[in-house]
């Protein structure tokens, strides 16, 4: 039988911030997800080094490996918004096609701020 004890660490820390970033979420009135808030909490703990990467991974890998279970809920809401979605399509597909071109442009524009500079560039 498996050691639960980093699986129970890591769950444990990963609901614990996002309750913290729903408290916060709630507490303000953000329009920010508190789930949201909780992983930019984890984020900055593990860039400070409060958390350890060792504490988490366990329970970060569990949730990878049953990914596909969270898209279920989203596959029911397009079919319980299917009419609505029927009559709006084409500002949703020009919002979903619009925001593709924008997230890979600011990927690309952070990828290459980030890579370091390349001494002679071969010119």
Same mark, same amino acid.
């Given at each position: 039988?498996?050691?639960?004890?980093g699986l129970s660490l890591?769950?444990?820390?990963?609901?614990?911030?996002?309750?913290?970033? +729903?408290?916060?979420?709630?507490?303000?009135?953000?329009?920010?997800?508190?789930?949201?808030?909780?992983?930019?909490?984890?984020?900055?703990?593990?860039?400070?080094?409060?958390?350890?990467?060792?504490?988490?991974?366990?329970?970060?890998?569990?949730?990878?490996?049953?990914?596909?279970?969270?898209?279920?809920?989203?596959g029911v809401g397009v079919?319980?918004?299917?009419?609505?979605?029927?009559? +709006?399509?084409?500002?949703?597909? #020009?919002?979903?096609?619009?925001?593709?071109? #924008? #997230?890979?442009?600011?990927?690309?524009?952070?990828?290459?701020?980030? +890579?370091?500079e390349e001494a002679g560039?071969?010119?």
């Amino acid at each position: 039988m498996k050691d639960l004890s980093g699986l129970s660490l890591g769950l444990g820390i990963l609901l614990a911030l996002q309750f913290v970033g +729903e408290l916060v979420s709630t507490g303000f009135s953000l329009p920010v997800p508190g789930n949201v808030i909780g992983m930019a909490l984890l984020l900055l703990l593990l860039h400070l080094n409060v958390v350890k990467v060792y504490w988490i991974e366990a329970a970060v890998e569990l949730l990878l490996s049953h990914m596909a279970l969270f898209f279920v809920p989203a596959g029911v809401g397009v079919m319980v918004y299917f009419d609505l979605i029927r009559s +709006e399509w084409l500002p949703i597909a #020009v919002g979903t096609v619009a925001s593709t071109f #924008v #997230v890979m442009a600011v990927t690309g524009w952070v990828a290459e701020k980030l +890579e370091p500079e390349e001494a002679g560039h071969g010119d």
